[in-house]
T-cell receptor, first 111, second 114 residues
Framework: LAKTTQPISMDSYEGQEVNITCSHNNIATNDYITWYQQFPSQGPRFIIQGYKTKVTNEVASLFIPADRKSSTLSLPRVSLSDTAVYYCLVGANTGFQKLVFGTGTRLLVSP | SAVISQKPSRDICQRGTSLTIQCQVDSQVTMMFWYRQQPGQSLTLIATANQGSEATYESGFVIDKFPISRPNLTFSTLTVSNMSPEDSSIYLC???????????FGPGTRLTVT
């Protein structure tokens, strides 16, 4: 499993776009990049996953450059309810791979 | 997606006692997982529980301390035995989803040991 590095915390204001970058320099060819979101007093929630280029869903966008050594989770126009911890995970798509959560990024959105 | 419930949602226990946490899923699933999240920290996998087989424990976790049952495809229990204040944590169960590295988590059980 590739080790990941994220900022410990980020601050933003309502309506802004937030970009959280995750470094994974040792990512392997068959590794996927997955992001989870954890609200206070809740379990983590899967939000997005990608292998390369760009993935977008109703919650977020995930940008992965060609070398795949990093990825950026983009949250458009955040609201107070986006205050959460965001975890970046990297692992292979071959068979069962247990989830290894890093420290995550604590995002605080203020009015 | 799967809906997961846990009981109890929280408890305060005395040191030396044991607590059993229940995890119920609204659909049949093969793999269930138990995690621990210490205050302000990230999640750590305790064990993987497949129905019909012994749970597989991660390094640092042993069956005598955290016995797990998996009697059917919708239910599992985790017991925290002979508790000490260091066991104060949130304990979460999860199930494997359909996608790669996709898991659905329960709301957690907040345990405080005094």
């Amino acid at each position: 499993l590739a080790k990941t590095t994220q900022p410990i915390s980020m601050d933003s204001y309502e309506g802004q776009e937030v970009n959280i970058t995750c470094s994974h320099n040792n990512i392997a060819t068959n590794d996927y990049i997955t992001w989870y979101q954890q609200f206070p007093s809740q379990g983590p929630r899967f939000i997005i996953q990608g292998y390369k280029t760009k993935v977008t869903n109703e919650v977020a966008s995930l940008f992965i450059p060609a070398d795949r050594k990093s990825s950026t989770l983009s949250l458009p126009r955040v609201s107070l309810s986006d205050t959460a911890v965001y975890y970046c995970l990297v692992g292979a798509n071959t068979g069962f791979q247990k989830l290894v959560f890093g420290t995550g990024t604590r995002l605080l959105v203020s009015p | 997606s799967a809906v997961i419930s846990q009981k109890p949602s929280r408890d305060i226990c005395q040191r030396g006692t044991s607590l059993t946490i229940q995890c119920q899923v609204d659909s049949q699933v093969t793999m269930m997982f138990w995690y621990r999240q210490q205050p302000g920290q990230s999640l750590t996998l305790i064990a993987t529980a497949n129905q019909g087989s012994e749970a597989t424990y991660e390094s640092g976790f042993v069956i005598d301390k955290f016995p797990i049952s998996r009697p059917n495809l919708t239910f599992s229990t985790l017991t925290v035995s002979n508790m000490s204040p260091e066991d104060s944590s949130i304990y979460l169960c999860s199930v494997q989803g359909t996608g790669i590295h996709e898991q659905y988590f329960g709301p957690g059980t907040r345990l405080t040991v005094t």
